[in-house]
């Protein structure tokens, strides 16, 4: 079985800080990884994913995620935060057997705060 | 392209009344996900369906909670009766199987349909 274990469940970071999310994983096979990010009173959407080839993955507003088998995590950063980064940060692991989304599991969930 | 439309986004009621969520998916999409997000549990898989066919309910907390999916455009989550602790936010989410090698059926949340019972 699968699972995603998310080491914190609330980040706070000065403006222009580096951001660093902790997401380490199970799975028995090769994983497909991502991060999905929620804005207060909105759905979650995808940040970025990792499925295969390189395991340094770039996502959207300057984000990015590196794939380390041997140490089974999957840890979003961003060099520099901004305000607009508040959000609740997901990560979620799906097994790379299945084409579709029903196997996908979230993790807990980390909420980022941005101190000015 | 529009997005998944979730319908109401907010929603109070009384405990016992019965309630009504309701969902259209991205048009194209095969998957239709039901998630019910709360603070003390997370985000919760209730139940998802394939080509309008429920596949999975085992999220679906008790017999006061049903889904339909009458037709690949719409898809509605009911409570009856409802109970306070039913309080969260419900999300529907859609998802397409393209049939590609590296598919990886990334999940389009709504905005989420807000609920307060009282």
């Known amino acids: 079985a699968q699972s995603v274990t998310q080491l914190g469940s609330h980040v706070s970071v000065s403006e222009g800080a580096l951001v660093l999310l902790r997401c380490n994983y199970s799975?028995?096979?090769?994983?497909?990884l991502f991060w999905y990010v929620q804005y207060p009173n909105q759905g979650l959407q995808l940040l970025l994913k990792?499925?295969?080839?390189?395991?340094l993955v770039k996502g959207i507003n300057g984000f990015e995620a590196e794939f380390k088998k041997s140490e089974t995590s999957f840890h979003l950063t961003k060099p520099s935060a901004h305000m607009s980064d508040a959000a609740e940060y997901f990560c979620a692991v799906s097994d790379s057997r299945y084409s579709s989304a029903s196997k996908i599991i979230f993790g807990s969930g980390t909420r980022l705060s941005i101190r000015p | 392209d529009a997005g998944v439309i979730q319908s109401p986004r907010h929603e109070v009621t009384e405990m016992g009344q019965e309630v009504t969520l309701r969902c259209k998916p991205i048009s194209g999409h095969d998957y239709l996900f039901w998630y019910r997000q709360t603070m003390m549990r997370g985000l919760e898989l209730l139940i998802y369906?394939?080509?309008?066919?429920?596949?999975?309910d085992s999220g679906m907390p008790e017999d006061r909670f049903s889904a339909k999916m009458p037709n690949a455009s719409f898809s509605t989550l009911k409570i009856q009766p409802s109970e306070p602790r039913d309080s969260a936010v419900y999300f529907c989410a859609s998802s397409a199987t393209s049939g590609r090698a590296l598919d990886t059926g990334e999940l389009f949340f709504g905005e989420g349909s807000r609920l307060t019972v009282l």
């Open positions: 799975s028995s096979v090769p994983p497909y």
């Open positions: 990792y499925t295969t080839g390189a395991t």
């Open positions: 369906f394939n080509n309008n066919v429920p596949i999975d």
